[in-house]
């Protein structure tokens, strides 16, 4: 089975702080996503990443940014956190890049990010 | 814009009773068409998925969805439901272009609460 881990369940930080979140997967998935997911307005793409190296932004970049140096492992950080950043965070990947989007995405069990 | 509407955001229904839970899209041809479900503290997990053939699609947890193009509509259905099944749940489309890197957009979510 496909394992898509994340590195915190929980995590509470202060404002102004600078905070990374991991992303890992085990199936040598080309593209990796990571999503916030706030009540009522479902899941937002921030960026994602299609190859080591290689990123795009989603549709939230702003106050993101993103690292892929090993194609199992994606990382989301927050450069300045700030209070309107406390969410629910997704992290997932999708197989082979150069098909169509019917593959699905598995996704990890997500990070509770609270800024104070 | 592409866009996916699940007009309900929450949901209550008794153990046993059918449910159905609407999801409806705007995109510029026929999407590939997803169904996923969030169990509390939990990542998603793939219900279902459309992209061709028959319009009536099977999944796991006896759940099925019906695409109706002249509706643009892709509603789930499940016959008697379990207090297990207690979940949000999400609808999601996805590009029919090559190389469109597996990107989803993603509805507003449907929170399923269940009675005994």
């Known amino acids: 089975d496909v394992k898509v881990t994340q590195s915190s369940r929980y995590l509470v930080k202060r404002t102004g702080e600078k905070v990374f979140l991991e992303c890992v997967q085990d199936m040598d998935h080309e593209n990796m996503f990571w999503y916030r997911q706030d009540p009522g307005l479902g899941l937002r793409l921030i960026y994602f990443?299609?190859?080591?190296?290689?990123?795009e932004k989603g549709d939230i970049p702003e106050g993101y940014s993103v690292s892929r140096e090993k194609k199992e492992r994606f990382s989301l950080i927050l450069e300045s956190a700030s209070t309107n950043q406390t969410s629910m965070y997704l992290c997932?990947?999708?197989?082979?890049?150069?098909?169509?989007?019917?593959?699905?995405?598995?996704f990890g069990p997500g990070t509770r990010l609270t800024v104070l | 814009a592409q866009s996916v509407t699940q007009p309900d955001i929450h949901i209550t229904v008794s153990e046993g009773a059918s449910l159905e839970l609407r999801c409806n899209y705007s995109?510029?041809?026929?999407?590939?068409l997803f169904w996923y479900v969030q169990s509390p503290g939990q990542g998603l997990q793939l219900l279902l998925k459309y992209f061709s053939g028959d319009t009536l699609v099977q999944g796991i947890k006896g759940f099925e969805a019906e695409f109706k193009r002249s509706q643009s509509s892709f509603n789930l259905r499940k016959p008697s439901v379990h207090w297990s099944d207690a979940a949000e749940y999400f609808c999601a489309v996805g590009g029919t272009r090559y190389n469109q890197g597996g990107k989803l957009i993603f509805g507003q979510g449907t929170e399923l609460s269940v009675k005994p």
């Open positions: 997932a990947s999708i197989e082979d890049r150069r098909r169509y989007s019917y593959n699905e995405q598995f």
């Open positions: 995109y510029g041809a026929t999407p590939y």
């Open positions: 990443s299609y190859d080591v190296k290689m990123k």
